[in-house]
């Protein structure tokens, strides 16, 4: 007699479901089993089989449902709570911006103070890894300031006699002659003491030797994002400028000269000299940028943090002509190297040379000419020693004849 075939796991689990779903329809389980039974094709029996093999290996419904409840509260709780630490951190880069150190608490506890609301103390600080206790020991302090340390409270009272002697003195005193006249007032403070809170204004006394500061920060001005992170290279011409400002000293006063370079080729673009170190000075170098190169569009426009870089105006132009803005950072050279070599260079191979210089006319014709020759004939190492005007040339006939091929 030939065997007949069984049946798949899927029609069995079809027809226990079928028996379990219309059990309420008939008059018992058994007319159920029945019923179904002849449709599928199998015994009641053999069924019923199916259906007690089933039951004994399932768990109790209940404990199932109330144990599939409570793990969906769990997901759902975490996945709240994660939404929750990303929003945090996505609003904490913005506010703290790009930058490798910690902020400093005073920081952190502004920013709880603008998002509690929203997402209370404790979540935030457990997502900026500060104790909500500081927090809390912070927001005491300013309640009762007489509570603070010593020391806070008698650097509070000096930075406003320091920066009141320094402003009587038409800017001129020192850390030395600040020191002097408030111990001659009666203060009782040391030198050291006067020097560091002199560092946290930002203060300085005149010296001989007139000290020419080119990067000029303005803390309040919106800054861009380092976009190049101290990676000056690209792939191709318009796809990165630096721009940076220098100095020169005539007999007749400082002469400030800006440079614009594709870093591409190494080519200056753009420049101008001018006595004032405005923003007319870099915008000037721009436009004649803008007007050498065909006003290209796309461009990451890298400088440093100077307030001239960060004026309204610059800033507005390079939006209007479709740039990208990249800031550095301040006091730091190497965010914004391959400016600083250019202005080296020019430095080493026009303005030392040929010291003293007589005024702007003079530094400006020199410029010029300089300007040409690093252009179009200077060899550079860094382009396998061609010019960089013919480094370009190359470039623009190889992509001519790969697009030919």
Same mark, same amino acid.
């Given at each position: 007699m030939k065997k007949r075939p069984g049946y798949s796991p899927e029609t069995r689990e079809r027809a226990v479901r079928l028996v379990l779903t219309t059990e309420q329809d008939h008059s018992s389980r058994w007319a159920a089993i029945t019923s179904v039974a002849n449709k599928i094709g199998c015994t009641p029996e053999t069924l019923r089989a199916w259906i007690n093999r089933t039951e004994s290996n399932s768990t109790p419904p209940s404990t199932s449902s109330a144990t599939e409840s409570e793990r969906i509260k769990a997901?759902?709780?975490?996945?709240?709570e994660?939404?929750?630490?990303?929003?945090?951190?996505?609003?904490?880069?913005?506010?703290?911006?790009?930058?490798g150190a910690r902020p400093q608490t005073e920081t952190l506890i502004h920013f709880v103070d603008a998002h509690k609301s929203a997402f209370g103390v404790e979540p935030i600080c457990q997502q900026l890894q500060i104790a909500p206790s500081t927090y809390y020991r912070h927001k005491q302090l300013e309640k009762t300031p007489e509570l603070r340390a010593r020391r806070i409270q008698q650097d509070e009272?000096?930075?406003?006699? !320091?920066?009141? @002697?320094? /402003?009587? #003195?038409?800017?001129? &005193?020192? =850390?030395?002659? +600040?020191?002097?006249?408030? $111990? *001659?007032?009666?203060?009782?403070?040391?030198?050291?003491?006067?020097?560091?809170?002199?560092?946290?204004?930002?203060?300085?006394?005149?010296?001989?030797?007139?000290?020419?500061?080119?990067?000029?920060?303005?803390?309040?001005?919106?800054?861009?994002?380092?976009?190049?992170?101290?990676?000056?290279?690209?792939?191709?011409?318009?796809?990165?400028?630096?721009?940076? !400002?220098?100095? @020169?000293? /005539?007999? #007749?006063?400082?002469? &400030?000269? =800006?440079?614009? +370079?594709?870093?591409?080729? $190494? *080519?200056?673009?753009?420049?101008?000299?001018?006595?004032?170190?405005?923003?007319?000075?870099?915008?000037?170098?721009?436009?004649?940028?803008?007007?050498?190169?065909?006003?290209?569009?796309?461009?990451?426009?890298?400088?440093?943090?100077?307030?001239?870089?960060?004026?309204?105006?610059?800033?507005?132009?390079?939006?209007e002509a479709g740039f990208n803005a990249?800031?550095?950072?301040?006091g730091d050279s190497y965010d914004n190297a391959l400016a600083e070599t250019i202005n080296g260079l020019y430095k080493t191979e026009v303005i030392h040379k040929s010291a003293p210089w007589k005024n702007l006319d003079a530094v400006e014709m020199a410029t010029l000419v300089w300007v040409e020759w690093f252009n179009n004939r200077r060899l550079h190492s860094a382009l396998g020693y061609v010019p960089p005007k013919e480094f370009e040339e190359i470039f623009y006939q190889q992509t001519e004849l790969a697009h030919v091929a």
């Open positions: 997901l759902e709780r975490e996945n709240r994660l939404k929750r630490a990303n929003e945090i951190l996505r609003l904490a880069s913005g506010f703290f911006c790009p930058g009272r000096l930075v406003v006699e !320091i920066q009141r @002697v320094w /402003t009587e #003195s038409n800017r001129n &005193y020192g =850390a030395r002659k +600040i020191w002097k006249q408030l $111990r *001659r007032e009666g203060f009782d403070v040391a030198r050291c003491t006067v020097e560091r809170l002199m560092r946290q204004l930002g203060i300085e006394g005149v010296r001989r030797g007139k000290k020419c500061k080119t990067t000029i920060p303005d803390h309040k001005a919106h800054c861009p994002q380092d976009l190049v992170n101290r990676h000056f290279k690209a792939d191709k011409p318009n796809q990165l400028w630096v721009a940076d !400002i220098t100095y @020169v000293a /005539t007999w #007749s006063g400082f002469v &400030y000269v =800006a440079f614009v +370079i594709d870093v591409f080729s $190494r *080519r200056i673009v753009g420049w101008r000299a001018m006595t004032t170190m405005q923003a007319d000075l870099i915008l000037d170098a721009l436009e004649q940028a803008l007007w050498a190169r065909g006003k290209p569009r796309g461009v990451i426009h890298h400088s440093d943090r100077g307030s001239q870089y960060l004026s309204i105006s610059y800033t507005e132009r390079l939006a990249s800031v550095g950072s301040v």
